[in-house]
């Protein structure tokens, strides 16, 4: 099978096959495919853990916490209100991150683990 050069970004924000790039990598919200439907690539070994959470735990950290905060300082309204507005855009940061989270967080163990992929051994994981 010959290989698409995708980038790892690339591959991860469309959710796309880490090896050809097309076929979808995902089967309902989180469920990973067991075989990408245009290559055949076996994806049903492929396991992120818990790496697109923390990933989404720093960095929306980083960036919504001190939005809030600011936010918070610059306006004169109840805590409550503070909370209804902050506790819906949180959340959906987090859901609407965590699927291109995950994808790059397979297309890169795709890359440089490749021998954890069921018998696809091409060109050496390590780059």
């Known amino acids: 099978m010959t290989e698409t050069p995708s980038s790892l970004l690339s591959v991860g924000l469309r959710c796309r096959c880490p090896r050809c790039g097309e076929g979808a990598l995902f089967r309902g919200f989180m469920r990973v495919v067991d075989r990408c439907p245009v290559c055949g690539l076996e994806l049903a070994a492929a396991d992120s853990g ?18 809030a905060l600011i936010f918070a300082l610059k306006v004169d309204w109840p805590l409550w209100v503070l909370l209804l ?21 397979i ?21």
Not at 50 to 67: E, K, M, Q
Not at 90 to 103: E, F, Q, S, V
Not at 110 to 125: A, N
Request: charged residues 20%.
């Open 50 to 67: 818990d790496g697109p959470a923390v990933f989404l735990i720093f960095i929306l950290g980083f960036t919504l916490v001190p939005a």
């Open 107 to 127: 297309a890169a163990q795709y890359r440089y683990r490749r021998d954890q992929f069921g018998g696809d051994k091409e060109e050496g994981g390590e780059g």
């Open 85 to 105: 507005m902050w506790g819906p855009i949180i959340i959906g940061a987090t859901l609407g991150l965590m699927r291109p989270a995950k994808a790059l967080t």
